[in-house]
């Protein structure tokens, strides 16, 4: 297939602020290991995962998603946008999408709002969107926010999976500019591999098993994953997806300060780092602390980074992601220099602007 052609060098979606919110519930290795079988030292060697947070049984995607958008909002000094985005494995409901809701709740009513659907490639794919939507002149500003809670969906007596993921939210603001200024986002790469449907789902709950004539098992209504060959997916999908980005902005890997890969698990970022040639200290992961949270990690490790003052102003960064689909997606972006950035990884405050 012929690449596509460059983004113009012209109007273009440039990152202006930035936010990750996580539920106060920490759960550790530990307190798993009490009612799984499983050890901190299992999770720690085959995941690189010490802690993660689950929302309270009530809390909601939408719940999560409003604190981190309120934040990102702040930290880019704006108080409206014309697009509200959510990339998220788990809606609120089916339906209607959860955005609208976030919006009204962020005082944003009248935006256009709707849900991205890539699993954990989701926020690569919102970036895009929203890239897209700047560049038609659709929208100015546009709110995108990650947000998954994937206690809601995983089997707590599930010792593979309950380990792994956690929840979470993290937002960016994205503002029309032009191509060639720091936080300019692209390119980009996409792709999908429907073939690989059945080594990330829910079975249940969707028009397939509605339409069945029997009723759904309880235990389908869970996500259900194929860890060993989701691995080598993650592993070969994010490296060529990040080659191929890297391909099309004319960039080789040495230009590369820092790549975010999608957190799935510390020793598939590793992989996909040494594959490309990257040395360890550019990989920037918060693996450690929040487990897998979906749509939310790439701009929660974004936000962790930007905290701990590991990610500068002016540095060449590289997104990568894979999730279920199975999709993929990578992004190029200099990092810009952000304001209102002290405090963008926030951990149960609720409190107003
Ligand atoms: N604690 C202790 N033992 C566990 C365990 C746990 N939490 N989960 C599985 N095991 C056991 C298995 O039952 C198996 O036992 P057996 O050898 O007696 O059959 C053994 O550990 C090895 O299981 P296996 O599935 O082969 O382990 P693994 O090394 O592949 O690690 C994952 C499992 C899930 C951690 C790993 O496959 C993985 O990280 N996959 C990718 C997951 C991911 O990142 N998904 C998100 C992508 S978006």
């Known amino acids: 297939m012929p690449a596509p052609p460059a983004p ?9 602020g930035l ?8 759960v550790t290795n530990e307190e798993l290991s009490q009612r799984l079988d499983t050890s901190d030292n299992w ?18 995607t939408s719940d999560l998603a409003v604190e981190a958008g309120r934040r990102a909002l702040r930290s880019a000094g704006v108080t409206d946008v014309d697009a509200v985005v959510v990339a998220t494995t788990t809606p609120d409901r089916s339906c209607p999408a959860t955005a609208p809701l976030v919006a009204d709740r962020l005082g944003l009513v009248g935006a256009a709002a709707f849900d991205i659907s890539a699993v954990c490639t989701g926020f690569v794919y919102g970036l895009a969107s ?21 206690s809601t969906i995983v089997d707590p007596d599930d010792r593979t999976n309950a380990i792994i993921f956690g929840d979470g ?19 980009f790469d996409l792709g999908s591999d429907g073939t690989g449907e059945e080594l990330i789902m829910v079975p249940a709950g969707g028009s397939r098993q509605r339409s069945a004539s029997h009723l759904a098992a309880a235990q389908d209504h869970y996500f259900a994953m194929r860890g060993k060959e989701v691995f080598r997916h993650a592993v070969t999908r994010m490296t060529a ?8 902005g004319d960039r080789k890997v040495e230009d590369i300060d820092r790549i975010v890969p999608h957190q799935a698990n510390l ?22 602390s929040v487990g897998n949270t979906g749509a939310a990690s790439i701009p929660l490790a974004l936000a962790d980074a930007v905290a ?19 999709t993929w997606g990578s992004c190029l972006l200099t990092w810009p220099g952000l304001a209102g950035t002290d405090h963008p990884y926030d951990t149960g405050g609720t409190q107003q602007p």
């Open 8 to 16: 113009p060098h012209g109007r273009a979606a440039v990152l202006c």
């Open 241 to 248: 997806s990040a080659r191929a980005t890297l391909t099309l």
């Open 308 to 326: 701990r003052h590991t990610i500068h102003a002016g540095e060449h960064v590289l997104l990568t992601a894979f999730g279920g689909g199975l």
């Open 169 to 187: 939210a993290g937002a960016v603001v994205l503002r029309a500019g032009h191509a060639g200024e720091p936080g300019a986002v692209g390119h």
């Open 19 to 26: 936010a990750g919110w996580l539920p106060p519930r920490v």
């Open 130 to 150: 929203a890239a897209g939507l700047i560049a038609a002149g659709v929208a100015e500003r546009v709110l995108l926010i990650g947000a998954d809670t994937y």
């Open 43 to 60: 999770i720690r060697t085959r995941t690189g995962i010490g802690r993660r947070h689950f929302a309270e049984p009530g809390q909601a």
């Open 267 to 288: 020793r598939i970022l590793r992989s996909v780092a040494e594959d490309l040639g990257l040395p360890p200290e550019r990989l920037v992961t918060n693996v450690e």
